[in-house]
Each structure stands twice: as C-alpha cells, then as structure tokens.
C-alpha cells in the first residue's frame, strides 16, 4: 500500500505591517453619518451642557459594565435598538403601543 507524502509546509509572509500602515491612511469616521439625528441630538446635548464629554461615554472603558450591557446601550444611542417602533415598521405588529411599557 503507498502511503502519500507528506504535505509541504510553509510560511505565510507577514502582512501586518503593510495593513496597518494602510488602515491608518482611513480616515475613522469616513462612514458615519454626522446629519443623522443621533448625531446631531448628541451633539445638542454637549453643547448646551447636558450631556458631559468626559463621563457621558465613560461606561465605555468601565469594568464594571458587562459588555453586553453596552452592546445594549449602543443600540439605543444609535437608534438600531430593536422596539415598537421597529416591529410595526417590518410589519411584524400594528399596534404603536408597547406591550412592556404602555
């Protein structure tokens, strides 16, 4: 019985580099949408004083913030957090009022 030979290995060349030279070269921000009411709500908030640049983003880089929490948190501040509004806009309920919070 012939056995096949061995594969041959080997080295793939390192591209980290070169990525993330190129990634730098992106501007962060080139697709967020800086006229969406989020945004501009936010942006309302810090400059008459409501909300506070240091601490209003700073559960951020809290430990004691599970991750999941500021998934959550996320969503609601981007306005993709699933709710009434959204089921009854894919169709899914025809009534506006939430059934947890009426």
């Known amino acids: 019985m012939a056995h096949s030979p061995p594969p041959k290995f080997w080295y793939l060349p390192n591209h980290r580099d070169a990525l993330q030279a190129h990634m730098h070269l992106l501007p962060k921000l080139r697709n967020a949408k800086t006229k969406a009411n989020y945004h ?36 609601y501040r981007t306005g993709t957090l699933y709710n009434q509004k959204h089921a009854v806009l894919f169709k899914l309920s025809t009534s506006q009022t939430c059934p947890l919070c009426p």
Do not use: E, P
Request: hydrophobic share 35%.
């Open 40 to 75: 501009a709500y936010y942006q309302t908030l810090i400059k008459d004083g409501t909300a506070n640049r240091s601490t209003s983003n700073a559960y951020l880089i809290s430990s004691n913030v599970l991750f999941k929490t500021k998934c959550i948190i996320m969503k």
